[in-house]
């Protein structure tokens, strides 16, 4: 079983940070991404960020470039990736959503999505 969490959403002012935070954890061997993605209303769901397990090498969305880092750490048998977002603007409001890609001891694939976090960027 693998369970994997999100917190740290809320309401900010255009301008400020949040910081997302989304924590996976059971049976995963290794890691091969984890990455947020963001969903507004009666629109698909989009990339905001991803980072590898192994060189935790980044990739963004152009429209979060320079305002958004994203980050991991590993503490035993649990995985946590990071958002650190700063200049928020109205555009960054949306569910925030979790995801994991990892490979089980036996090298089955993984694909986990969290539950969602609200973001509103909003004065």
């Known amino acids: 079983q693998v369970h994997v969490v999100e917190s740290g959403g809320g309401l900010v002012q255009p301008g400020g940070s949040l910081r997302l935070s989304c924590a996976a954890s059971g049976r995963i061997f290794s890691v091969n991404t984890m990455a947020w993605y963001r969903q507004v209303l009666g629109k698909e769901r989009e990339l905001v960020a991803s980072i590898t397990g192994g060189d935790e090498d980044t990739n963004y969305a152009d429209s979060v470039k320079g305002r958004f880092t994203i980050s991991i750490s590993r503490d035993n048998d649990k995985n946590t990736v990071y958002l650190q977002m700063n200049s928020l603007k109205a555009e960054d409001t949306a569910v925030y959503y979790c995801?994991?890609?990892?490979?089980?001891?036996?090298?089955?694939?993984?694909?986990?999505w969290g539950q969602g976090t609200q973001v509103t960027v909003s004065s």
């Open positions: 995801n994991l890609m990892a490979r089980n001891i036996v090298g089955w694939p993984l694909n986990y």
